[in-house]
């Protein structure tokens, strides 16, 4: 189970171009008890922000000058395509076809502006929880492997 202050403690980045409706969720995170959060209104930094920050939450908006949303996400996920991928597009599109893309994409969960302020919160929530345990899961795993692999050939372990 991920505990609030785990969830808390999240690293989350806020990528939008309109800097009010950025530093709105970002403020709206922070208040929520988010304190890791931060928002960029120029997707083309978002790629060297990720690999800096390595956050365990992406908010991105989809229509945006130069860079899109979804090339930010399909950026992101080709300088990291094992990982665990936790975006959630916030965006005015409400075409299927738009969300069926970002779902192909990725995306872990999709919202649609105008949003109730804590809908953002409670998907925020949801999203980082699974991907902690993800994350939790994923540290387990490399540790069992770690211990295999550090036995004689040979040797088994008895329960």
Known sequence: MISQQERHAATILVIDDEPMTAKFLEELLKYAGYNNTRSITQPSQALSLYRDLKPDLILVDLVMPVINGYQ?????????????????????????????QTFELGAKDYLTKPYEADEVVLRVRNILETGLLVKKMQQHIDSLKGQIQGRPAGQVQTY
């Open 72 to 100: 930010v996400i399909e950026q992101l996920k080709a300088s990291d395509p094992k990982a665990y991928f936790p975006v959630l597009v916030i965006t005015g599109q409400k075409d299927q076809g738009i969300l069926m």
